[in-house]
């Protein structure tokens, strides 16, 4: 494969092109060029060496988006957000060419060998991580800024639905702030084995509405004071979190909705005088480092969560096991070629 390419007097690198639905390729591109300090100070040109694909990175493959079908082919550079590297040239002060950094582009925009990006959506990696645990302090950093919306959980009980990759980062960052009995609901049999290695204490297989009296049943009878809604994007069990919990417990809402939801039976949660919390966009300064720490820390463990590994040509498996949850695929990593690169240097 080849990465740099010299045509004439145009160097190109590849970049990612969602070509049509579930459809993706490598496509040769132009490398990008650093802006001045003048035109646009603080910027830094990243090289991506390892991602891992999100949930929020499937509508733009599986051709629907909030409720609404896509249009093809996607812009190239969709659709990777989660990712480490080093960081080549820069017009900022914050930091020197070569040092390696967590780095989370605009609008998910970063499946290229190199791109531009404000240093400011960056963070120093911990020396004390592997590269893929480090990753994952963007995902779960997005757990912990959600977190930080719940009241003290030392002895609640809590129900988190879905138990894909966030529903998991939420068991865990659930256990560490000392709730009592947490129980993790899947339709998919397949996921709950890795929800109590991730520190779930109980697990439910069905989908959330249906689950209410194994619920009871595990509770003594009760609903749980919270519940986190972690479904992703495909579909919204903001009903299901409404039934499941207990007159002014709390639900916090992490799914990705559509733009509109229709049919939520709003009037049950005013009767049972519910606080619903939404939560988005974490900041870079605390949350995503703090996030680094409890990993590094080992507060969390989320090891298991990674469980298949690409190279940048199978980008094409690699989405497809993702999507299908081929083999309980969870944390689905990518390895950039610039990776074998900075691991040979001294």
């Known amino acids: ?45 990243f090289q991506p060496e390892m991602t891992c694909l999100c949930g929020s990175d499937l509508p733009f493959f599986d051709g629907d988006f909030e409720g609404h079908m896509i249009d093809y082919p996607q812009p190239i550079g969709m659709s990777l957000h989660e990712m480490v590297g080093t960081v080549v040239a820069t017009n900022g002060l914050r930091w020197k060419p070569g040092t390696r950094v967590l780095a989370v582009p605009v609008g998910q925009m970063g499946f290229f060998e190199r791109f531009v990006m404000s240093e400011d959506r960056t963070v120093p990696l ?38 894909g990759p966030i529903g998991q980062m939420f068991n865990a960052g659930l256990r560490n702030l000392g709730a009592r009995r947490i129980i993790g609901i899947d339709p998919l049999s397949s996921r709950l084995p890795m929800s109590l290695r991730m520190g779930a204490t109980h697990t439910v297989c069905a989908l959330g509405r249906e689950a209410s009296a194994q619920v009871r049943e595990i509770l003594d009878g009760e609903l749980p004071e919270v519940v986190v809604e972690a479904v992703g994007h495909k579909a919204q069990a903001l009903n299901d979190a409404i039934e499941l919990t207990r007159a002014f417990g709390r639900i916090l809402y992490f799914g990705v909705p559509a733009a509109t939801i229709g049919g939520i039976t709003w009037k049950s949660a005013m009767l049972k005088n519910l606080t619903i919390s939404t939560s988005l966009h974490p900041d870079y300064e605390r949350t995503f480092p703090l996030a680094m720490q409890w990993i590094a820390e080992g507060r969390v463990n989320l090891e298991p969560l990674i469980t298949h590994r690409y190279s940048l040509p199978d980008i094409q498996q690699a989405y ?26 001294p």
């Not at 004439?8 to 049509?20: D, E, W």
């Not at 999507?323 to 900075?342: I, T, W, Y």
């Open 1 to 45: 494969m080849r990465t740099h390419l010299q045509l004439g007097r145009t160097i190109t690198m590849l970049a990612g092109h969602i070509v049509a639905r579930r459809q993706i390729q490598l496509a040769e591109i132009q490398e990008p060029e650093l802006p001045s300090a003048e035109q646009s100070p603080g910027q830094i040109i």
């Open 126 to 163: 911990d020396p004390r991580l592997s590269d893929e645990m480090a990753m994952l302090a963007q995902p779960f950093g997005t757990v912990v800024w959600a977190l930080k919306k719940l009241p003290n959980m030392i002895d609640r009980d809590v129900v988190v639905l879905g138990q």
């Open 320 to 345: 497809t096991v993702f999507r299908d949850r081929v083999n309980g695929a969870q944390k689905v990593l990518v390895e950039f070629p610039s990776l074998a690169r900075s691991r040979s240097r």
